[in-house]
């Protein structure tokens, strides 16, 4: 059962440009969560999903990011013109229901902007 | 808002000295409190979770506490190895409400066991 897959594991953005960050959650979890890390900080809670639903999108940024988890393929991340500030480590987690489960992370996408 | 402090930011111990690493939070008492591993370069991997009516947990080398009234989880690792280096992430789950799910982590504590 393969675990929690994200691509790409790095990406190197320029400013302005758009970064599109996937997660495929592990089989059978329909509950997928983006976290982010930024250098010396620890992981902050953006965006909790379930298929084709936000369920609490309270840590997201107001401009620039929005997710998705449609219902056939992964969830994305999509972050509009990136500035510097957005290099981190994002990382998706999923769990097959609400809360009161082990949330399985991927190994993380690390977003460099020039 | 719920904050969490970890006790310290790194902690250096001797091949099999026992590691005890602290978490503190504010506010209500979560639902639910989990300990995790992460690696450099790597996603957190969870290593166990306690819930507020229990008072401890074991698996393996690893125990972890929870005190309600003192607002604190301890996290034990007897017999350390080398191995065991690495970051370690206190995370709260409130349980309620619309934030069930909603994970909030710790900074982490770093530790490094020497040979």
Redesign the interface.
């Known amino acids: 059962n393969a675990g929690v897959m994200q691509n790409p594991r790095h990406l190197v953005r320029r400013r302005g440009q758009e970064a599109r960050l996937r997660c495929s959650p592990m089989k059978g979890h329909s509950h997928v969560y983006w976290y982010r890390q930024l250098p010396e900080e620890g992981l902050k809670f953006m965006v909790y999903l379930q298929k084709e639903n936000i369920i609490d999108e309270s840590g997201m940024p107001k401009e620039r990011f929005s997710a998705e988890f449609p219902k056939e393929g992964p969830s994305i991340l999509r972050i509009q013109q990136v500035v510097r500030g957005d290099s981190a480590a994002y990382f998706c987690a999923s769990s097959p229901s609400r809360g009161r489960e082990t949330q399985y992370f991927g190994p993380g996408t690390r977003l460099l902007v020039l | 808002s719920q904050k ?1 402090e970890q006790n310290s930011e790194a902690l250096n111990i001797q091949e099999g000295k026992t590691a005890t690493l602290t978490c503190n939070y504010t506010n209500y008492s979560p ?2 409190l ?1 300990w ?1 591993r992460q690696d450099p ?6 290593l166990l ?1 306690i819930r507020e009516n229990e008072k401890e947990k074991r698996k393996e080398r690893l125990k972890v506490t929870f005190d309600t009234t003192l607002k604190q989880s301890l996290f034990h690792i007897t017999a350390s190895q080398p191995a065991d280096s690495a970051t370690y ?1 206190c ?1 709260l ?1 409130m ?1 309620y409400g ?11 504590t770093k530790l490094s066991v020497k040979p």
């Open positions: 969490i639902a639910y989990q995790y370069g790597r996603g957190p991997v969870f979770l992430l995370a789950d349980g619309g934030s069930q799910g909603n994970l909030i982590f710790g900074k982490g």
